[in-house]
């Protein structure tokens, strides 16, 4: 089973800054089957990203994916009020545990 | 619109069983491969189980012989039969529309509580 460890846990930043999220598995990722979601608090999550680096419908262009192998990183270019939130990555793995998830990080207003 | 919306949550004892069901709009379910996930509360999301658009099955390990994942393409709806059900059970359970392996679409989920 692969694992996705997330880091930071917590990011402290402002709005019209950078925003730079890791996500890294312990085996190669296949395929590139890596997403991006967004989780706003009471509500489900929503796509961001999949395959690495492939914006989702109605995405804005300050989010990006990149990536491979085990590595992959979201940006946020400038960030905005709304972009504070959770986090999570995701992969699919063609063994029986289909798909995992990193344990989140907190994008947080500072 | 493409729309899921879960119902069926409940608070139950251990050891009973539950039925959630997904019904999808704006779409046509059998041409897609759907899932079950959910979020314990405070926690991390958590994949459950995925039935495939040609009728394939999976299941977590912690899941996997109390789960069952079916789907109705006629009434183009999604279930998923818990049986057994342990506290850890506890959580927000979403059904979601699955495109290039990636979750697309999210419903708004149903809430399931495992307490004696």
């Known amino acids: 089973e692969i694992v996705l460890t997330q880091s930071p846990g917590t990011l402290s930043l402002s709005p019209g800054e950078r925003a730079t999220l890791s996500c890294r598995a312990t085996?190669?990722?296949?395929?590139?089957?890596l997403a991006w979601y967004q989780q706003k608090p009471g509500q489900a999550p929503r796509l961001l990203i999949y395959g690495a680096s492939i914006r989702a419908t109605g995405i804005p262009d300050r989010f990006s994916g990149s990536g491979s192998g085990t590595d992959f990183t979201l940006t946020i270019s400038r960030l905005e009020p709304e972009d504070f939130a959770v986090y999570y990555c995701q992969q699919y793995g063609s063994s029986l545990v289909m798909y995992t998830f990193g344990q989140g990080t907190k994008l947080e207003i500072k | 619109e493409v729309q899921l919306l879960e119902s069926g949550g409940a608070l139950v004892q251990p050891g009973v069983s539950l039925r959630l069901s997904c019904a999808a709009s704006g779409f046509i379910l059998r041409s897609y491969a759907m899932s079950w996930v959910r979020q314990a509360p405070g926690k991390g999301l958590e994949w459950v189980s995925t039935s495939g658009s040609g009728g394939t099955t999976y299941y977590a390990d912690s899941v996997r012989g109390r789960f069952i994942i079916s789907r109705d393409n006629s009434k183009n709806t999604l279930d998923l039969q818990m049986s057994s059900l342990r506290v850890d059970d506890t959580a927000i359970y979403y059904c979601?529309?699955?495109?290039?392996?990636?979750?697309?679409?999210w419903g708004q989920g149903t809430k399931v509580t495992v307490s004696s």
């Open positions: 979601a529309k699955v495109v290039g392996h990636a979750f697309e679409i």
């Open positions: 085996q190669s990722v296949s395929g590139n089957y």
